[in-house]
């Protein structure tokens, strides 16, 4: 996978990988594995945190170089998509026909399935797009015999999900978001948004939706990775940032969680290392599809190194994945860890 990073992350990613030390300090979120040795040198600043994240700062990654390029050349009174496969009425709809339908707005989290603990490739918007199930309906869609629905896009990328899930409320073909013409770079004219599912999953530059009657292996199941998709609840610690000199008597810990399928019902802190934890606040959020953003207010009882660790429930009672494991096949887990830092209270 390609994507485009910021250049403090290229540039840790790099030293890391220089000293050997990429996989522990990457799958940690740059806990404390190094130890006193290099302490500071691998000091990340703190993030802000927002609900929404603006379309400039939204994360993105494409299965080839050359796809925004190829995006870039789409001619919106030619584009077409077309549904066809195991359906009754096989339909062409111009981006014309796409605005002309009943749409609605939904607020969704996408997350990469490269994300690791900490990680940044996620971000919350408000999409607006058309139901997939009601134009699955209106083509005639065989129940009985469809298994999956296969989208493809215009670079060549594919995958499918789930016929039944396809024909759940939730799953759109969006063309706006945060109220803006959907980005070249986010799938501009129509992308597939599948709540609860990795980024691999949600299609863009889609020109083709087919009914299919078997089980569809998509561009990356054919290389081995997960066609089930499903996001491992995440957490992260935004603020303070890794090593940050920590002053006085009151300290504010703030970031997101988020559950994929199902929304966030608590996040915790510890800071010795996952022995002891501390409930955090919850904002509510807007959407049950979307991250939430937590709060701690901690009060250090002495100057020192705390490692502090945050992990997160869902609404079905499951707790985070505490163990680490890459991100292929199926999505990285484990606690994002940071050093807080107390220099004086």
Same mark, same amino acid.
């Given at each position: 996978?390609?994507?485009?990073?910021?250049?403090?992350?290229? /540039?840790?990613?790099?030293?890391?990988?220089?000293?050997?030390?990429?996989?522990?300090?990457?799958? %940690?979120?740059?806990?404390?594995?190094?130890?006193? &040795?290099?302490?500071?040198?691998?000091?990340?600043?703190?993030?802000? %945190?927002?609900?929404?994240?603006?379309?400039?700062?939204?994360?993105?990654?494409?299965?080839?170089?050359?796809?925004?390029?190829?995006?870039?050349?789409?001619?919106?009174?030619?584009? /077409?998509?077309?549904?066809?496969?195991? &359906?009754?009425?096989?339909? %062409?709809?111009?981006?014309?026909?796409? =605005?002309?339908?009943?749409?609605?707005?939904?607020?969704?989290? =996408?997350?990469?399935?490269?994300? =690791?603990?900490?990680?940044?490739?996620?971000?919350?918007? %408000?999409?607006?797009?058309?139901?997939?199930?009601?134009?699955?309906?209106?083509?005639?869609?065989?129940?009985?015999?469809? /298994?999956?629905? #296969?989208?493809?896009?215009?670079?060549?990328?594919?995958?499918?999900?789930?016929?039944?899930?396809?024909?759940?409320?939730? #799953?759109?073909? *969006?063309?706006?978001?945060?109220?803006?013409? =959907?980005?070249?770079?986010?799938?501009?004219?129509?992308?597939?948004?599948?709540?609860?599912?990795?980024?691999? $999953?949600?299609?863009?530059?889609?020109?083709?939706?087919?009914?299919?009657?078997?089980?569809?292996? +998509?561009?990356?199941?054919?290389? +081995?990775?997960?066609?089930?998709?499903?996001?491992?609840?995440?957490?992260?610690?935004?603020?303070?940032?890794?090593?940050?000199?920590?002053?006085?008597?009151?300290? $504010?810990?703030?970031?997101? *969680?988020?559950?994929?399928?199902?929304?966030?019902?608590? #996040?915790?802190?510890?800071?010795? *290392?996952?022995?002891?934890?501390?409930?955090?606040?919850?904002?509510?959020?807007?959407?049950?599809?979307?991250?939430?953003?937590?709060?701690?207010?901690?009060?250090?009882?002495?100057?020192? $190194?705390?490692?502090?660790?945050?992990?997160?429930?869902?609404?079905?009672?499951?707790?985070?994945?505490?163990?680490? #494991?890459?991100?292929?096949? *199926?999505?990285?887990?484990?606690?994002?860890?940071?050093?807080?830092?107390?220099?004086?209270?």
């Amino acid at each position: 996978m390609s994507a485009f990073e910021s250049p403090l992350g290229m /540039r840790r990613r790099t030293i890391l990988k220089a000293l050997g030390l990429g996989a522990v300090a990457g799958l %940690t979120g740059g806990c404390d594995a190094m130890g006193g &040795v290099f302490g500071r040198m691998f000091a990340v600043p703190p993030r802000e %945190t927002s609900y929404f994240t603006p379309n400039s700062k939204f994360y993105v990654v494409n299965y080839a170089d050359s796809a925004v390029s190829v995006a870039r050349e789409i001619n919106i009174e030619q584009w /077409r998509v077309a549904i066809k496969g195991e &359906v009754k009425k096989p339909m %062409t709809l111009s981006w014309r026909d796409i =605005l002309n339908r009943d749409s609605y707005d939904q607020v969704s989290t =996408l997350m990469c399935i490269d994300t =690791l603990p900490g990680g940044d490739s996620l971000g919350n918007a %408000t999409w607006r797009g058309i139901s997939l199930k009601k134009l699955l309906q209106e083509a005639g869609a065989d129940e009985e015999l469809a /298994r999956d629905v #296969v989208f493809r896009g215009i670079d060549g990328y594919d995958d499918s999900i789930p016929f039944k899930r396809a024909m759940e409320d939730d #799953v759109m073909l *969006a063309f706006l978001m945060n109220g803006e013409k =959907l980005p070249k770079e986010h799938g501009y004219p129509l992308r597939l948004i599948v709540p609860g599912l990795y980024g691999i $999953k949600n299609v863009k530059w889609i020109h083709e939706i087919e009914v299919y009657p078997g089980d569809y292996q +998509g561009y990356w199941q054919r290389k +081995g990775w997960t066609d089930d998709g499903t996001i491992k609840i995440f957490s992260r610690i935004d603020s303070p940032g890794h090593y940050q000199s920590l002053r006085g008597p009151e300290q $504010k810990f703030r970031g997101i *969680a988020f559950g994929g399928p199902h929304s966030i019902s608590k #996040v915790e802190l510890s800071f010795d *290392a996952g022995r002891t934890w501390n409930e955090c606040s919850l904002e509510p959020p807007m959407s049950p599809y979307s991250w939430v953003i937590w709060n701690y207010t901690w009060k250090p009882p002495k100057p020192g $190194k705390y490692q502090t660790v945050v992990r997160a429930w869902d609404t079905k009672g499951q707790l985070q994945i505490a163990e680490i #494991v890459r991100p292929q096949p *199926a999505g990285a887990s484990g606690y994002h860890t940071i050093i807080a830092e107390v220099e004086q209270i």
